[in-house]
């Protein structure tokens, strides 16, 4: 098990009494253990939780009167990837597919996989199913696409990206979501924090449903895989919004921090060397 | 309770062994009763049978040999609206929303309410919210947009639907959702059958989270609000394939049909008089 | 030289007094001689031409009152393609440019090559410039992109295109042109007649200006090159449009024919065999 | 006459041997009176200048050796526009319009006229033809688009802004000018420099050919009509880049200016009070 404390600073300016919807906490799940988690806010008010069925996604919502608001989330978490041979994952025939999943095959406000089927076809249609044929979309836009910060923003989509090759992470996430889903292989939107991220930010990645698991992807090869714990899931970035806002709120700050704790294993046989297998934390 | 018989036929060549996944057959809820229920297909092949815990879609999977495929659905429903006054039914604050009906607020693949927060604040943001709101928003669009068969695609969004001006009802459906999120008013998407649509076909509209229930709205006005009956609920189109193929399949005919069983009441007080009351069937 | 008969017959339906502009007559110049040409309509109106200085397009304007429309137009015309060795043809550098020129160089309705620059600088940046680098985005267009007729309509551009990778020919050169003006290469449109195009209709092909000339290409393959005879140039099919109407106008019928006469050149020489020089009209 | 001093001062940093092409003299016509001009570089290399034939727009080439490069230019000009009653100045018939001005009623890259048929027939297509109906269109635009510094970058489109409602200068002067084409009204869009603009900026408005004449418009109303200096005029911004490079060059400063010079008239009669007249200066 790798350990990690993470957690985030988020100040707001309340103009008027508003609504924030905060997916900022992360999920507990089999691979992903919260040790420790603390949620602080300078407000008066009480915040309620709300657990997602589908995605296990925690929303807090506070109603804010106005003034400064200072929200600060910190947690100890565990992980414990499940490892796999890449060679042996294949993918999922249609006629297999858990029912429950086929929405992630479908196409979404930032990844219109509709639009990419002959691009897709042509480009990946002819190589081996399985967990390698996702390497290859990973490795394409990796070789074809610019990480430039700034270079997006919240209304680029995946055709965007497919035609101008820049953008930042949730963009490769969003591109690798319509690549797969248009050859039929399920895959689904998550953000996180990331293990190293400099400067340290929310990140995104993306998981394709193979073998009957979700496995994690990340294109933009910035972060180690054993370095990504996840916040939310869902379709694309739409669904995971680490704050919805409804009001006149202006943010101030937003600081995140995330640090080892070797406690566990020494850093350097779990996170700075590269695996060769694949991971699913799902 | 209204009562009426309806269902399809399809058929389709299968050129080589192919997966269909089928949302043709109606949804049951506390509003619309399966009275008697039917489907039958020409392939020995089981036809499996999948409700969605979130939405009640019913999904019928098929693996289908090559040759020739013939399904036929057929259902007797009866339906009993929920109706409420219009004057009475309030928008839901986002402080008050169940979280659950988070994702119907964000964008989708043809909702991009994201890009029309400006559009919809300057036509319809100094409006008294509530359910005089979304119809306002129905009659925008019922003015504004021309309803012309084969205008649009399986591409076509909302915002093309905001700039050309012109669709089908699955495009007015699309429009009407975009606005309400813009608007922060939960809206989603729902197919299925509708009495009196000439040519029969599946019709779209939607509903929006108003006063703690999904209301129905069809800004199309082309058939009675108490001749809908529910097949698939979703976020866009998208989620709401009436077929959803894998494999090299050609549809030959799709034909539609949709009775109203007189027996319960005389159709002239429930049906063909266009009601002023909200009307819910979920 | 080569010798071709070749003409349209149209015929509309006018319901009110409009205007209609065509542009259906061959250019005249150095290397496309009209040896006999004959405009015929029904109207007693008169017909204005009118020859625009840039491009030397041939617009007829035709006021015409309520009633049926019918227009013939048939010329012989003289070809006398410019040949070249391709290895010889040269790619102009910005400081050389004709200044004229510059406008063929920016992205126009159909051709956003703003928003190519990191695709094409990925696909062809590394190749020699040349000739045969314009002919490298022939062949990927070729290779990439589905020939489908009705599968793209007057709203598709370039972008569309790279995405959805089908179109028809206006779309193969959209994209030709915006390809080659994203590497600094002048490119525009050409519409006009093709020798043994099935079904007979107009075609469109695009120019690269290299070496000081603007030499022809067109990644449909669909004819001989030295089969097309110009009509319109522009920067896009915006531009060149074969009819622009003003009022309530409904098109019966269009027939295109286009013969060889070969009493100049036996046909297997010259048309037939596809050259492999480069060839330019203009 | 009006008279008036401007410039600007641009310094770029050239990484290697670089091609620029310069817009940002003024042009010179009946209306527009260079009195006197000087443009300065630090380069020793000649500056090649062209101007065009259809537009009148002054290109000043540099092939700039690597290092610093600073370019001023600075002109003393008068300005005697033509004033008309609006009330006189009518739409002119397509059966009326000269034939060279057809190109601006086509679409551009960044004026998709052609999508927006619908949307403009029911907001301004029952309006009374004339001066008056493109007055319309700009108070449209004036109250429905959001005038926000940085809000669009140089893809966005008029399509992009009648949805997303917010722009700057030349998204204002682009939806105005597909508006106007749309309702088959040439339309084309003007560069230059704008008196009293502030922070000083290049401004951009655009001209619809109306009774005859080119005459100005500028939705934004941040400046005196009277005020409105030429530099480029061209289909849509495409056209009018005030530097197109080639090469790997950095921009480090851009700095206008623009004063009234009192000589001729007192300021006051003329720039600071709005006037309700029509105004051409081309």
Redo the contacts between chains.
């Keep these: 098990m790798l350990k990690y404390e993470l957690g985030c600073e988020l100040t707001y300016s309340i103009e008027q009494a508003s ?1 924030l ?1 905060l997916n900022v906490a992360i999920v507990s799940n089999n691979h992903q253990i919260i040790v420790q988690e603390d949620l602080h806010s300078n407000s008066q008010r009480s915040i ?1 939780e ?1 657990i ?3 995605s296990g996604n925690r ?1 807090f ?1 506070l ?1 804010a009167p106005p003034g400064n608001l200072q929200i600060s989330y910190r947690a100890t978490v565990g992980l414990s990837p499940y490892y796999s041979d890449p060679s042996t994952i294949f993918e999922v ?3 297999d597919l858990p ?2 999943i ?2 992630y ?5 930032y990844c ?1 996989s ?3 089927l ?2 897709v076809a ?1 480009e990946f249609g002819h190589l081996v199913p399985g967990y390698s044929r996702v390497t290859a979309i990973c490795n394409w836009i990796y070789d ?1 696409v ?1 990480y430039l910060s700034g270079s997006s923003d ?2 680029t989509s995946a ?1 965007d990206t ?5 953008g930042v992470c949730r963009d490769f996430a969003h591109l690798g979501i319509a690549f797969c889903r248009a050859l ?1 292989i399920p895959a689904r939107f998550v953000a996180g924090y990331a293990y190293g991220l400099n400067p340290p930010d929310f990140h995104a990645w993306f998981e394709a449903y193979l073998g009957g698991r979700w496995y994690l992807f990340d294109p933009t090869r910035l972060v180690p895989q054993s370095g990504l714990i996840r916040v939310g899931t869902g379709r694309d970035a ?2 995971v ?1 680490f704050a ?1 806002i ?1 009001g006149p709120v202006q943010m101030n700050q937003m600081r995140l921090f995330m640090d080892y704790l070797p406690d566990a294993k020494p850093i350097s046989e779990n996170i700075l060397i590269p695996t060769t297998e694949a991971i699913a934390i799902s």
């Design positions: 609504t919807i309620e709300y997602t069925s589908v929303y919502r109603n025939k249609p006629a029912l429950d086929l929405y095959l479908y196409p979404s406000r219109q509709d639009r990419l002959r691009f042509a074809n610019l919240s209304l055709c497919a035609i101008e090759r820049v039929n739409a669904d919004s919805t409804f």
